[in-house]
């Protein structure tokens, strides 16, 4: 500044103090616009951080941004006000802005070759080639394990072809427009970036080694298997089943597969798992892992320690006791269990305690069980280093020595690992075996849920089979196709004919799934697992009858039942994704928050509310506006002149305002006056204000003696302190307009309305944001004010803790009715946030005041 | 209490970050000359570095890898006026523990030293 600014400054207070003060007053107006929109976006950005609203990453770099373009801008506007103060203000503004620039931004993706590599390039790498490909080349370098040959296009290649085609800013643009709550606008927009990605051209330097390793790996052009191996894939969240793999691909048609494998990054399922994980767009890059394609009699999975197994076969683990088995009793497979001696096992419950082995198979490619349409055929293991089959089922198109073998391979792909292992294997017709991947289990990691004491529930339906454990309560809704589920809304238990992986997209509303078909092994129920969703599978169609739509159930997905009703004491909220982000990648948004969002400066008559202590972004707001708002008083009431002068109201009620009165805003019964009355308003929503406050005698008859200044200040929540005008409230009037700003503890509630012969244009905006109470009851007093504005014909929206209402248009006489009501309402809730303490006591509240003030006597 | 060095091409930004740290019992060297401090992490060593970014010859940046060649354990700060991210990442990268930005004030100097001595 400011040499120019400075010096226009003081030509100003020489010669024209009047366009001092009209500059001043634009100045304070936009501020006080910046304010309100720095506020909204701070609503945001906390509604993001606490998991109320999903959306990606883009939106909160986006929003950071936007926020710190209004904090500049309130900062360059108080300059504007007063050139002569603050003058270390800029600075420490930009240093907050950096801060929180720095927390939430992403590093530039890394665009250097090598694009294409070998798989035995890439063990240990997974930052280049995804954890599939990596940890597969691992199990080649480490031990004998058959796994086939391949190659990587790398992660590093995804980003160089985004940039290539200069897709990153579209890309951006879109995916800052989603919000997983509208799942419609999801399915567009992923849509509109599958497009995008489709029609990728591949840089010729890409192109031509993706065809050369292609042709190597296949001299005879037999089909490859081209698979997703995303660079967060497998990691901290699987990312089972939402990515893409194309099966069956002729070497000279690599790229188009590889174009649709990119592609399957941007399907609305796999969008929804990665934002509700907290990864970034850039933070997981498509890597894709290319081999040649088993020609498989059988495939499945092998988990080497089973997620929540039956009981039935905890116990013959535990009790030493083996199912017969084909091999037993002259290939007649059974569930009988039979004692057999355990020569593996040196202890029966010692088996048991180490748990399971599960191979689930399919005939042919493992496609099917993945996708959850169809079951499987399961065998149990124990993991003794005999394995002992504990049960198996009919129809295993596998034999005792291929089961073993399996459980073998995979307990060796364990030790190499150091932990339980979610093995996908295929056989061919020769009974080779091939490893095709080797992740953690999902889910292992988290807490099985409690069990919940359902005793005195009717069961609806039992005996199914639970393939993700734990217990939800809600109401049933029916889906006929998973390939196109649409919204749901929270609190859902999901009907459903099969477990496919699109569930997932869903899968924060749901608090229970039953399905007629699907396996545990399937991708689905490994998301589920992660995300203590309970599942049950039927295998049988009757449930859709069983279970009819808006039923309210209980899901007991330990034993497989499904009760009608809700238990006496409710299942445990189970981890928001919200929750689960933060476990996740979305702790940077948590570091974020100090520099963003954490209000410091909460007492402006402290000598530490400067701007060397604004730690956040939100205290330089709330900075600029205590500032602005003083400055914009004090001067007219120092100097006296010009805009008639803001002037102190004594009415009937404790409130300490002054009131700047812009044009005709006064009678000309305020002349001379330094203290005025309500009765000298002549500013029509000012006065129907104060006609509202004051019409709630008892609200504020509540207060202790106005001596216990102390008292006074504990409790009343900051709306009115001692007679300082820097701890007041504070008006701007004309006769048809006012913007008032009441002090309402750490910040002000805002109204603005207009109120003239022009009905078209009339209107009410109110905002209120935070208060002196703990969170809940803020939320509380929040909930009150929505419902009783609501019933009075506001639209509101409530975004973290700040509330914003709008009435109008509307006649004069109505506009006034309503700004009386508003008066009332702030009365009557300005202590609430400290008071209320249920959902239900703010419904009654709500319902009691409005009964009250519509009562004909009360009018 | 700790050893610490500060190394600002500004004489008086050095001076001022000495008197606030021995204020609080640590022994501080401030330098202005990148080659002399470099040399005295070699040679010394010390508990932590308190480094600016725009010198005279090198970077802060350059300074701090010299450093870390030294004394892999060496706690650093860095203190800039000219933040940018690339600056803040490659810092950190190369293990820097903090990016503080100027102006800084004797309170958060003081904490982000407590912080960084105390890890």
């Known amino acids: 500044m400011a040499f120019g600014e400075l010096f226009r400054h003081w030509t100003y207070r020489v010669f024209a103090p009047g366009a001092l003060l009209r500059r001043k007053y634009e100045a304070f107006r936009e501020l006080i616009q910046q304010d309100g929109r720095c506020l909204e976006r701070i609503a945001e950005i906390e509604d993001i951080h606490y998991g109320s609203t999903h959306v990606d990453w883009t939106r909160v770099v986006a929003q950071c941004d936007a926020l710190e373009t209004d904090v500049m801008g309130m900062v360059a506007r108080l300059r504007e006000m007063n050139p002569l103060r603050w003058m270390d203000l800029a600075d420490y503004a930009s240093k907050v802005a950096f801060y929180a620039r720095m927390a939430v931004s992403i590093p530039e993706p890394d665009l250097a070759p090598p694009y294409v590599l070998p798989l035995s390039e890439v063990a240990g790498r997974p930052e280049v080639a995804g954890h599939k490909a990596s940890r597969l080349a691992e199990v080649r370098q480490r031990t004998m394990l058959p796994v086939p040959d391949g190659f990587v296009v790398t992660a590093s290649a995804f980003h160089y072809i985004i940039e290539y085609n200069g897709l990153r800013a579209p890309l951006d643009d879109l995916l800052r427009q989603v919000d997983l709550a509208d799942g419609n606008s999801l399915v567009d927009l992923c849509r509109t970036m599958r497009e995008l990605v489709l029609t990728v051209e591949l840089p010729p330097v890409l192109e031509t080694e993706l065809l050369e390793a292609g042709h190597a790996l296949s001299p005879q052009r037999a089909p490859l298997a081209v698979r997703s191996s995303a660079v967060a894939e497998d990691g901290e969240a699987s990312f089972a089943g939402q990515h893409t793999s194309v099966l069956g691909v002729a070497p000279a048609d690599l790229p188009d597969a590889y174009r649709t494998v990119l592609a399957g990054k941007y399907t609305p399922r796999a969008v929804s798992y990665r934002i509700i994980h907290g990864f970034a767009d850039t933070e997981t890059p498509m890597a894709v892992l290319l081999m040649p394609l088993v020609q498989a009699k059988a495939s499945g999975v092998v988990y080497t320690r089973a997620p929540s197994p039956p009981a039935r076969i905890l116990s013959l683990a535990a009790t030493g006791r083996a199912a017969k088995t084909s091999e037993d009793d002259n290939g007649t497979p059974s569930t009988t269990a039979t004692p057999t001696k355990a020569p593996d096992a040196p202890a029966a419950s010692d088996d048991s305690a180490a748990g399971v082995i599960a191979i689930h ?499 | 209490m700790s050893d610490i060095i500060v190394l600002d091409d500004v004489i008086d930004a050095g001076v001022l970050v000495k008197r606030i740290l021995e204020r609080q019992g640590h022994h501080v060297t401030a330098f202005t000359d990148e080659e002399e401090a470099i040399a005295h992490i070699r040679d010394k060593g010390a508990d932590l570095a308190i480094l600016d970014i725009k010198l005279r010859r090198m970077t802060g940046v350059e300074v701090l890898e010299e450093m870390k060649k030294h004394r892999p354990d060496l706690r650093v700060i860095m203190l800039t006026g000219y933040p940018t991210l690339e600056t803040a990442r490659e810092s950190l990268r190369l293990g820097a523990n903090e990016y503080c930005v100027k102006p800084i004030d004797k309170d958060e100097l003081e904490s982000k030293v407590r912080e960084v001595l105390g890890a």
């Open chain 1, 361 to 859: 198979t399919v005939g042919g490619m493992g496609a099917p069980l993945m996708d959850g349409s169809s079951g499987d055929t399961t065998a149990w293991l124990s993991r003794g280093a005999r394995h002992r089959i504990l049960e198996r089922a009919q129809g295993l198109p596998l034999t005792t020595e291929d089961l073993k073998r399996l459980a073998r391979l995979s307990m060796e792909l364990e030790t190499l690992f150091g932990e339980p292992q979610d093995v996908e294997w295929a056989i061919d017709e020769s009974g080779r075996i091939s490893i095709v991947q080797s992740r953690p289990v999902p889910g292992a990691a988290v807490a099985p849920p409690p069990r919940v004491d359902v005793s005195g529930l009717t069961p609806l339906l039992e005996g199914a089979d639970p393939v993700a454990p734990g217990t939800g309560c809600g109401t049933v809704v029916h889906v006929l196709s998973c390939a196109d589920i649409g919204d749901l809304p929270p609190g859902t238990v999901l009907v459903t004919p099969c477990l496919g992986p699109s569930l997932a997209r869903v899968l924060d509303r749901m608090e229970g799934v039953i399905s007629v078909e699907g396996s545990r092994a399937s991708h689905f129920a490994s998301v589920a697992r992660e995300s203590s969703v309970p599942v049950l599978v039927t295998g049988d169609d009757s449930v859709f009858a069983t279970l009819p739509v808006g039923t309210l159930v209980t899901v007991d997905a330990h034993e497989g039942v499904v009760f009608a009703g809700r238990p006496a004491t409710p299942p445990p909220r189970r981890s928001s994704p919200g929750a689960m982000a933060l476990r996740g990648p979305m702790h940077r948004l948590s570091r974020a928050m100090p520099h963003v969002a954490r209000l410091t400066l909460v007492d402006p008559s402290s000598s530490d509310f400067a701007p060397a202590n604004c730690r956040s972004l939100h205290d330089i707001v709330r900075f600029c506006h205590e500032m602005a708002v003083r400055e914009m008083f004090s001067l007219v009431e120092r100097d006296g002149r010009g805009l008639s002068g803001a002037r102190k109201v004594r009415g009937d009620i404790p409130v300490v305002m002054y009131v700047l009165n812009l044009d005709d805003g006064f009678f000309p019964s305020a002349i001379g006056k330094r203290e005025i009355t309500p009765d000298d308003f002549r500013s029509l929503p000012l006065w129907a204000i104060w006609f509202g406050l004051s019409s709630e005698p008892a609200a504020w008859a509540a207060l202790p003696p106005a001596a216990d200044w102390e008292e006074l200040d504990r409790i009343s929540a900051g709306i009115f302190r001692r007679d300082s005008p820097q701890l007041a409230s504070y008006a701007v009037a004309s006769s048809t307009y006012a913007n008032i700003m009441l002090r309402f503890g750490y910040h002000f509630a805002v109204i603005d309305s207009l109120c003239a012969g022009d009905t078209r244009a009339n209107y009410i905006q109110f905002r209120l944001k935070g208060g002196g109470g703990h969170a809940e009851g803020r939320s509380l007093r929040l909930r009150f004010l929505s419902r009783v504005l609501e019933q009075s014909g506001f639209s509101t929206r409530i975004k973290g803790d700040l509330i914003d209402a709008r009435h109008g248009p509307g006649s004069e006489a109505l506009i006034q009715k309503r700004l009386a009501l508003l008066g009332r309402v702030l009365a009557v809730t300005r202590l609430m946030d400290i008071r209320l303490s249920t959902e239900e006591q703010a419904d009654a509240e709500a319902d009691n005041f409005l009964t009250r003030i519509n009562t004909p006597e009360d009018d």
